[in-house]
């Protein structure tokens, strides 16, 4: 390891590239990956938004977009040019510099997440590609706190939704947002012990750590056992606010949600960065659980070609899970949404987390595995059993109070 | 490159802090007071206290300042508030004498002791590598503070239960006052969810789909 105050005065950057004096080169190449991650991205989104219109159209057994382009793959793109063409309203009641605040506070952490994330790079070497005579990891930053950066974004992007219906100035934005925050807050919490159970297998935080551990040993969704993964998926689609989870915007009961008054520009910046996000989200999923961009090099000429490859895969199956959700799924209740966080999925990953601590500190100590994880289980079934009783408990007292007024009313 | 990246961050900081103080509304002052925990956020990564950096924005942005508006919000009181009236008389010069006499202290211990500011030789160099600084802060709080981490833990869970007790509802002789309960959470909502959700189609492109 180089002292890194000597190299990169931020660290924000552990990257092979920037070992060595930091020349016009390096800040081109470091340049090219931003724009590079940048476009694809948008592209990515782009065609995102088809992919799910057209998809839900085949599950609906309707056409789907149909006139824009061949298949209707250029749809979104008329779509952005209608928006940005729109007149931009700001209610009379908003906020207006707060207003204008919002879309972006909702679309940066979305872009920023994207920059941890090794979308290529031969992971049956060190991770890295050759570019021009200079080694560089495929992905633009790789902080050594990388997932921590992940968890900070995703709180960031809770003040868009937030403020977007506080700002506006009037009731239905103002009850989605609330419903909106509340949600990401509960989820996070879910989220965030998943992915504590993938630091404690990994040892580290950065991501490209991470990706590399997974291809020496087994990929994270099977050392870590399963739970997490689903802990995170679950958790993470809520966080996104994606059906069947997406009563922020529930048209029934809240018109929609928190972005009701915005329109035009500011709108769509809203949209971009839901589609952004899903993506990311997928993205950070497979980073974290499914191996990365790792995966068998079939040939060797244009090898960097695979990990890309395996990379996108990976990605697409999540985002195609996504739209299937949307498709089939009706949507929770509030409650229901609740009791799911807060009663299941947290106490399952905190419960998970303590198993795998366990099982990491009497591997460390030698003690022998078995009696160990079976005293392990039993402690985690008892408190499993004191939660649920505790549950009934207040459901049962609930109901009561509530007969007990039907008596007296 | 270091003194810049202090220079913009610490004017950030400041900004923000001017601006908790004029700020009119009360959800203003908290963004501003998100503004300035990014500021310190920076100058935690300028020292190479990344983790501190991330936790700073997890913990104070995305949690603390979440719960400030939370209470804004939902207590109504985010409305512009009058700045010329001072709600406690006589508060005002005492803050101003006992902010001037604090900045009177940190003026005399720098220009007193100029080599070592905090009084400790080397307090402002990187204890490691920006990358082991998760290690160390874990190995420190459950070796040596191990102690005062698992009280901090029991303090915290004392306060949530204590809200819990304080917030719940008496029943019985002792109830202080007949209890509404909404009862909408138990009804079953036969139209809730039903049919597809047509959120993205309807709001970007409407006719087509």
């Known amino acids: 390891m180089i002292p890194a105050t000597l190299t990169a005065p931020l660290v924000l950057a552990a990257d092979p590239l920037l070992d060595g004096p930091i020349g016009p080169g390096i800040v081109g190449i470091v340049l090219i990956k931003v724009v590079l991650a940048f476009t694809l991205l948008l592209v990515s989104v782009m065609l995102m938004i088809w992919f799910e219109r057209k998809l839900v159209a085949d599950m609906h057994n309707r056409i789907g977009p ?3 382009g061949p298949f209707g793959i250029l749809q979104t793109l008329a779509d952005g040019i209608k928006l940005f063409f729109k007149e931009d309203l700001v209610p009379d009641r908003a906020d207006r510099m707060v207003f204008k605040l919002a879309p972006y506070l909702s679309l940066v952490p979305a872009f920023l997440v994207f920059a941890i994330v090794p979308i290529g790079g031969d992971f049956s070497g060190d991770g890295t590609v050759t570019w021009f005579g200079e080694t560089t990891y495929l992905q633009v930053a790789d902080p050594p706190v990388g997932v921590l950066f992940f968890l900070a974004l995703s709180s960031i992007a809770v003040y868009g939704v937030m403020l977007a219906g506080w700002a506006s100035g009037s009731k239905y934005p103002l009850l989605g947002s609330v419903r909106a925050s509340a949600q990401m807050i509960s989820y996070e919490a879910a989220l965030g012990l ?9 040892g580290s935080l950065s991501t490209h750590e991470i990706v590399a551990r997974q291809v020496s040993g087994s990929w994270n969704v099977l050392a870590t056992g399963v739970v997490p993964f689903l802990v995170f998926l679950l958790a993470g689609t809520a966080e996104l606010n994606r059906p069947p ?13 928190f972005h009701t008054e915005y329109s035009s520009l500011r709108f769509s910046l809203f949209f971009l960065a839901e589609f952004m996000n899903v993506i990311t989200m997928s993205a950070i999923a497979v980073t974290l659980f499914l191996g990365g961009p790792a995966g068998p090099i079939l040939t060797d000429t244009l090898g960097w070609v695979w990990p890309l490859f395996w990379f996108s895969s990976k990605v697409f199956v999540f985002l195609f899970c996504f739209v299937w959700l949307r498709a089939t799924l009706p949507r929770l209740r509030y409650d229901q949404l609740m009791d799911l966080g807060w009663k299941v999925l947290i106490p399952v990953a905190l419960g998970w987390f303590l198993l795998i601590a366990t099982m990491n500190v009497a591997d460390d100590l030698g003690w022998p595995v078995v009696p160990v994880v079976l005293a392990g289980v039993a402690v985690l079934v008892a408190g499993a059993a004191l939660l649920a009783g505790a549950i009934e408990k207040a459901r049962g007292d609930a109901l009561a109070e509530l007969t007990d007024e039907g008596a007296k009313g | 490159m270091d003194a810049a990246v202090f220079l913009i961050s610490a ?3 400041l900004a923000g802090a001017g601006g908790v103080l004029v700020a009119r509304s009360p959800v203003h002052a908290a963004l501003f007071l998100v503004q300035t925990l990014f500021g310190v956020s920076v100058l935690f990564v300028l020292q190479d206290a990344t983790f501190l ?3 700073q924005v997890i913990v104070y942005a995305g949690a603390v300042v979440i719960l400030f508006l939370f209470v804004i919000m939902l207590l109504g009181v985010d409305r512009f508030e009058d700045l010329g009236v001072e709600p406690i008389v006589g508060q005002r010069p005492v803050a101003a004498l006992i902010g001037a006499s604090l900045l009177g202290m940190l003026l005399i211990a720098l220009l007193v002791s100029v080599d070592e500011p905090t009084g400790a030789h080397g307090a402002n160099a990187a204890l490691g590598d920006a ?24 303090l915290l869970t004392i306060a949530v239960i204590g809200a819990v007790v304080l917030a719940r509802k008496v029943r019985g002789p002792l109830a202080p006052l007949p209890v509404v309960v909404v009862a909408s959470a138990t009804i079953e909502d036969p139209e809730a969810g039903d049919g597809p959700t047509d959120t993205t189609d309807g709001h970007a492109a409407g006719e087509d789909t």
Request: proline fraction near 0%; avoid cysteine; glycine fraction near 6%.
């Open chain 2, 11 to 13: 004017a950030i900081v």
């Open chain 1, 245 to 257: 989870f997406d009563l922020v915007e529930a048209e029934q009961e809240l018109v929609g949600g």
């Open chain 1, 66 to 68: 149909a006139e824009a």
């Open chain 2, 53 to 55: 950096a991330a936790i």
């Open chain 2, 131 to 154: 990358a082991d600084n998760t290690r160390r802060l874990g190995e420190a709080l459950f070796t040596d503070y191990v102690f005062a981490v698992e009280l901090t833990a029991i």
């Open chain 1, 194 to 202: 998943a992915i504590a159970t993938v630091f404690l297998t990994s």
